[in-house]
């Protein structure tokens, strides 16, 4: 992993036409931050780097999507945020429940350093380091590629996250929550152009293994050059 660490560092060298085009510089007027460095891998995964000095000694790492909700079809309702759980729930290199024991055997705290958002037109995943070094700067670099492309999906694992997600949504069900779903739900409705989007629903999918697959695997999901990964 060091060695994809040295190879995204040298693709800062690459010539600007192709990043600016791949991160849409060429068709906007508003003035690129010079202070970043923008680039796009061979895969087609775009980053953007920034040196950031507060807080001292720490490096901020994000790897988000530009699809979310909005692309799943009236038959994987959930789906999204459903993968977005199974990120952490077992890959090629990592088995499942080591992920999170990983981070926090380098001192970063679930929930606090590590996370993961979905929303109507992104997901996004969070990585807090609180050291600059090369060692965890490479962890954090090879667990954001098992998520992007080794995830296993484990029946097993996915019939347990059921029940997790269930749990979540119980313990945030409330008067203000269940008033902002339902103004999210209008607002996707005028999106979709469709009246009546179905209520958020996670955990009905009967054929729930072989949805993930197909969001995972070949749908619009993990297409890397919707991906990008910024790090400060």
Same mark, same amino acid.
């Given at each position: 992993? %060091? ?10 060298? &690459? ?8 991160? =849409?510089?060429? @068709? ?16 087609? %995964? ?16 994000? %790897? !988000? ?12 309702? @959930? ?17 499942? =429940?080591?992920?999170?024991? !990983? &981070?926090?055997?380098?001192? &970063?705290?679930? =929930? ?5 958002? *979905? @929303? ?20 954090? !670099? ?31 069900? =409330? ?28 955990? @009905?999918?009967? *054929?729930? *293994? ?23």
């Amino acid at each position: 992993m %060091m060695r994809l660490l040295s190879a995204l560092l040298a693709l800062l060298a &690459l010539a600007l036409p192709a990043a600016a085009q791949a991160w =849409g510089f060429a @068709g906007s007027d508003h003035p690129v931050d010079p202070a970043v460095r923008f680039g796009v891998l061979p895969n087609g %995964m775009r980053y953007a780097l920034r040196n950031n000095t507060t807080p001292r000694g720490a490096v901020m790492v994000r %790897m !988000l999507f530009d699809v979310g909700s909005l692309a799943e079809a009236e038959d994987q309702r @959930g789906l999204a945020h459903f993968l977005e759980h199974m990120a952490f729930n077992g890959s090629r290199n990592v088995p499942e =429940g080591e992920m999170v024991r !990983l &981070l926090e055997r380098n001192g &970063l705290a679930f =929930g606090a350093d590590t996370n993961a958002s *979905t @929303g109507v037109d992104q997901i996004s995943y969070r990585l807090d380091l609180p050291r600059n070094t090369p060692e965890l700067i490479d962890l954090s !670099l090879m667990l954001m590629r098992e998520i992007a492309s080794e995830l296993t999906l484990d029946p097993a694992a996915v019939d347990r996250e059921r029940g997790v997600i269930a749990a979540e949504q119980l313990a945030r069900s =409330g008067f203000q929550l269940d008033n902002a779903i339902a103004d999210l739900n209008r607002a996707e409705e005028l999106i979709r152009d469709q009246p009546d989007v179905p209520e958020y629903d996670a955990t @009905g999918h009967e *054929t729930g *293994t072989y949805q993930h697959w197909i969001w995972y695997h070949i749908g619009l999901y993990y297409f890397l050059n919707q991906a990008y990964i910024q790090a400060a």
